[in-house]
């Protein structure tokens, strides 16, 4: 079993910024992609961002040049550097780890005011 526990949540401003960390504890052997996904009410969930172990990283269209993930190996940990939010991007932000099956935390709220 993965157990990923994220934090960094928040409220903030339209234009402002926010960390989302994630650490992944329990059977991490063979973790391969780990990621960002966000639901927002009456939306399904989505795929924000994505990190390979080797660095390759995928984007969202809607979050290309404003959001940044990173991933520490050795922490088993990623981040979410969230620059320029905006009110859609208000959901709750889920952490998701790959080893022959999705792992996911238990989420963290992010809203954005107006």
């Known amino acids: 079993q993965v157990q990923l526990v994220e934090s960094g949540g928040g409220l903030v401003q339209a234009g402002g910024s926010l960390r989302l960390s994630c650490a992944a504890s329990?059977?991490?052997?063979?973790?391969?992609?780990m990621g960002w996904y966000r639901q927002a009410p009456g939306k399904q969930r989505e795929l924000v961002a994505l990190i390979t172990r080797d660095g390759w990283t995928n984007y969202a269209d809607s979050v290309k040049g404003r959001f940044t993930i990173s991933r520490e190996n050795a922490k088993n940990t990623i981040h979410l550097q969230m620059n320029s939010l905006k009110p859609e991007d208000t959901a709750v932000y889920y952490c998701n780890a790959r080893k022959r099956m999705d792992y996911w935390g238990q989420g963290t709220q992010v809203t954005v005011s107006s």
């Open positions: 329990g059977s991490i052997v063979g973790i391969s992609d």
